[in-house]
């Protein structure tokens, strides 16, 4: 147990529906960042936020959304979803900025049908 | 933001060492090197970090020449449960600016 906590492990939806996905970061981590990883594909950073307030964006659609709440948890907002948002997303918590050392949890596994 | 290079898989013995290097030329004055291992359908997990020379812990070794423009994974005597894929990742040490940003990784196969 890596100490960070995703919600649900598993989901299935379908096209343009809108689903979300929780984050409980590590003990004591203000930082929270989610990841995307499509099969065998590598991983795409999508969005961080530290202390409740987002901080770095990377390539997160719109249809796609987060917010990080005062107990620090996070969550992940995919509406009109698409077959192509099938996935992996994965959260990982830092205390602050070490420079990579970050805990991941275990994922979400997103099936759009 | 510094761009990672990783050769695409490798593969090797049980007991043998496995050495994977990760280019990243336009490596950052402030930017540390991480590398973390990912199981199929499992999320990264961290194994080791450097700046520069040498880092060592219980699992693996990290070498980081005096330009940093490259770093080297080293895992002594590979069993068949480091068959993973393995990840280089360059983060900035930036207080308001941190990225993760993972390349395409090193897929290494362990046979027996």
């Known amino acids: 147990d890596s100490g960070v906590t995703q919600t649900p492990k598993h989901l299935i939806t379908a096209t343009g529906q809108r689903v979300t996905l929780r984050c409980s970061p590590r003990s004591g981590d203000l930082s929270v960042y989610w990841y995307q990883q499509s099969l065998d594909q590598g991983l795409q950073f999508l969005i961080q936020?530290?202390?409740?307030?987002?901080?770095a964006k990377g390539n997160i659609l719109e249809r796609f959304s987060a917010q990080q709440f005062p107990d620090l948890h996070s969550e992940l907002n995919l509406s009109s979803l698409e077959l192509g948002d099938s996935a992996l997303y994965f959260c990982a918590s830092s205390v602050e900025v070490t420079g990579g050392g970050y805990t991941f949890g275990s994922g979400t596994r997103l099936t759009v049908v | 933001l510094a761009k990672t290079t990783q050769p695409i898989s490798m593969d090797s013995y049980e007991g043998q060492e496995v050495n994977i290097t990760c280019s990243h030329n336009n490596i950052a004055t402030n930017d540390y090197i991480t590398w973390y291992q990912q199981f199929p359908s499992q999320g990264p997990r961290f194994i080791i970090q450097g700046y520069k020379t040498k880092v060592t812990n219980e699992v693996a070794s990290l070498f980081i020449p005096a330009d940093r423009k490259s770093s080297t994974l080293s895992l002594p005597r590979v069993s068949l449960s480091d068959t993973a894929v393995y990840y280089c990742?360059?983060?900035?040490?930036?207080?308001?600016?941190?990225?993760?940003?993972f390349g395409t990784g090193t897929r290494l196969q362990v046979f027996p």
């Open positions: 936020y530290y202390n409740g307030e987002e901080r």
């Open positions: 990742l360059v983060a900035l040490a930036s207080y308001n600016t941190d990225k993760l940003i």
